[in-house]
């Protein structure tokens, strides 16, 4: 896949990735793993190493009608859909990159990799692509998913990998996964963490929203291991992620 760079930034040589790999891992010992924040829908905040990776910023309307605006400072942000109600970078505080289009990019010595998957059942015709971001932070590898709606080719799971941390949406809709096929998802990278996105809360225009609670997700998920948050934060410790796959339930505050 072809390798692109960041406006303004040059891609790290192979050297500099090395030295950066190492200043990530003593970075690590020195902060205790991984922040990441719910900021409402498929929208989150990834701190840790020094680097804030803020994925998905959306517009307060449909599904997102009563969330607060994500107007929070990151370094870099991810975007996995150009969709009116998705993608709203106007407004972020500070000057972060973005990244948008699959592809792979290098940011800080962090490779950043974006994967195409179509974000209807339609081929792409209906909403077009949405770019799946993969990488690794503060010794946690992690699989955003965006909201795709068309499942897994054979090559998108070797790329991916297995996952520490996979998020994925849960609520189907025309745009993105419902509960089975958020399943199959799983199935196939077989996360050791579950974050689940993309469902309805008491945020959500009723009359214009057509996705599902979240309960529809953990019936059809019944027997895996079910984590719940009583904040928006939690902190992930490569160390201390289970073996078998659990699913963490984060909250959020209205």
Not at 83 to 100: H, R
Request: glycine share 10%.
């Amino acid at each position: 896949m072809k390798r692109r760079e960041l406006m303004g930034y040059a891609g790290a040589s192979v050297a500099t990735a090395l030295i950066a790999t190492l200043a990530e891992s003593q970075t690590f010992a020195q902060t205790g793993g991984l922040s990441v924040q719910w900021l409402g829908h498929t929208c989150f905040l990834f701190t840790g190493n020094g680097l804030r990776v803020l994925s998905n910023p959306f517009r307060t309307l449909g599904c997102t009608a009563k969330y607060r605006p994500p107007k929070v400072a990151a370094d870099l942000v991810m975007i996995s859909s150009q969709l009116f109600d998705e993608g709203a970078v106007e407004g972020l505080p500070g000057n972060p990159k973005l990244i948008y289009e699959p592809g792979v990019y290098d940011f800080k010595g962090i490779k950043f990799q974006g994967t195409a998957i179509d974000h209807d059942r339609k081929g792409g015709k209906q909403f077009g692509i949405n770019t799946a971001w993969s990488w690794s932070q503060a010794g946690v590898k992690i699989t955003h998913l965006g909201a795709p709606a068309a499942p897994l080719s054979f090559d998108q799971k070797v790329l991916f990998g297995r996952p520490d941390v996979l998020l994925v949406p849960v609520g189907g809709g025309a745009k993105a996964y419902n509960a089975t096929e958020a399943k199959q998802a799983i199935q196939a990278l077989n996360p050791k963490l579950v974050i689940p996105t993309h469902y309805l809360t008491q945020a959500a225009d009723a009359a214009t929203c057509d996705i599902e609670p979240l309960d529809e997700f953990l019936n059809v998920m019944q027997g895996t291991p079910v984590r719940r948050s009583n904040s928006d934060t939690i902190s992930i410790n490569p160390a201390s992620l289970p073996e078998t796959t659990a699913i963490q339930v984060m909250s959020y505050r209205f």
